[in-house]
T-cell receptor, first 113, second 107 residues
Framework: EAQVTQNPRYLITVTGKKLTVTCSQN?????MSWYRQDPGLGLRQIYY???????DKGDVPEGYKVSRKEKRNFPLILESPSPNQTSLYFCASSLSGGNYGYTFGSGTRLTVV | GQNIDQPTEMTATEGAIVQINCTYQTSGFNGLFWYQQHAGEAPTFLSYNVLDGLEEKGRFSSFLSRSKGYSYLLLKELQMKDSASYLCVLPGYKLSFGAGTTVTVRA
């Protein structure tokens, strides 16, 4: 089944403790991206990747890192999480971005205390 | 840059029709998507318009006017399961989402 898999689904952590949210797709998509969703603000792009070793900032990249060492994986790294990063996170992939549809992961609800 | 406007909330009765409008501004148009998102779940694809006119897909239809920077999503024969947020989306490497229109369907 074609899908984007995110892990974990739920995570509660403490301020400053490094964490990684994983994202993997099995569709051989070139484009992958990360979003956060907060009440009243909608979905905002954090980082995106057009292919292996090619990444760029979205609208809200501060406090996040990403890497794209393999085509299928695009992890989101929070080196020192803070409470304002408490949010619902989604990973998405697309054949090549642009006007191709996007497939989203199931989401990761992160709480930083 | 890109800017997308859509209403925040709409309420309708089961079996009715609801039209969700979206106006947008973009420097380079590559089509427009509509996605559905139930609370706490991932967005799912509904429609894609790149040419002017109406695209019909079952109970859902989407319209585009590129000259007016305008699109709408039409939901017919509303069902309770259609209660969700509907997102107007401009594609691109820097994907742009509208804030979403929350539709509440009442019995």
């Amino acid at each position: 089944e074609a899908q984007v898999t995110q892990n974990p689904r739920y995570l509660i952590t403490v301020t400053g403790k490094k964490l990684t949210v994983t994202c993997s797709q099995n569709m051989n998509h070139e484009y992958m991206s990360w979003y956060r969703q907060d009440p009243g603000l909608g979905l905002r792009q954090i980082y995106y990747s057009m292919n292996v070793e090619v990444t760029d900032k979205g609208d809200v990249p501060e406090g996040y890192k990403v890497s794209r060492k393999e085509k299928r994986n695009f992890p989101l790294i929070l080196e020192s999480p803070s409470p304002n990063q408490t949010s619902l996170y989604f990973c998405a992939s697309s054949l090549s971005g642009g006007n191709y549809g996007y497939t989203f992961g199931s989401g990761t609800r992160l709480t930083v205390v | 840059g890109q800017n997308i406007d859509q209403p925040t909330e709409m309420t309708a009765t089961e079996g009715a029709i609801v039209q969700i409008n979206c106006t947008y501004q973009t420097s380079g148009f590559n089509g427009l998507f509509w996605y559905q998102q139930h609370a706490g779940e991932a967005p799912t694809f509904l429609s894609y318009n790149v040419l002017d006119g109406l695209e019909e897909k079952g109970r859902f239809s989407s319209f585009l006017s590129r000259s007016k920077g305008y699109s709408y999503l039409l939901l017919k024969e509303l069902q309770m399961k259609d209660s969700a947020s509907y997102l107007c989306v401009l594609p691109g490497y820097k994907l742009s989402f509208g804030a979403g229109t929350t539709v509440t369907v009442r019995a």
